[in-house]
């Protein structure tokens, strides 16, 4: 069974950093990615990257993000520069392969001075 195992939310004031990472079982990922949910809004794309490179950043956090994955280790990570309060919500993991889509079970992530 697939299991996504996420770490590295938590509180950080404005301007701040912070890496999430996000383990996977051994299995072939076609893409791994972040989403995040806000309380009162939907779940939105925040990253993803396909098997071999190619990435894709929501607008909101471009030139502040970046999303990287060790194919070796089954693992995505999301580096987060400059944190806003905007920022604030669940991210969850997310990984696909050619017949199935999994989830993590999410991770806080809270901007506040």
């Known amino acids: 069974q697939v299991q996504l195992v996420e770490s590295g939310g938590g509180l950080v004031q404005p301007g701040g950093s912070l890496r999430l990472s996000c383990a996977g079982s051994p299995s072939i990922f076609i893409i791994m990615g972040w989403y995040r949910q806000a309380p009162g809004k939907e779940r939105e794309l925040v990253a993803s990257?396909?098997?071999?490179?190619?990435?894709t950043y929501a607008d909101s956090v471009k030139g502040r993000f970046t999303i990287s994955r060790d194919n070796a280790k089954n693992t995505v990570y999301l580096q987060m520069n400059t944190l806003k309060p905007e920022d604030t919500a669940v991210y969850y993991c997310?990984?696909?392969?050619?017949?199935?889509?999994?989830w993590g079970q999410g991770t806080q992530v809270t901007v506040s001075s």
């Open positions: 997310n990984a696909r392969t050619t017949i199935a889509n999994y």
């Open positions: 990257i396909i098997n071999g490179g190619p990435t």
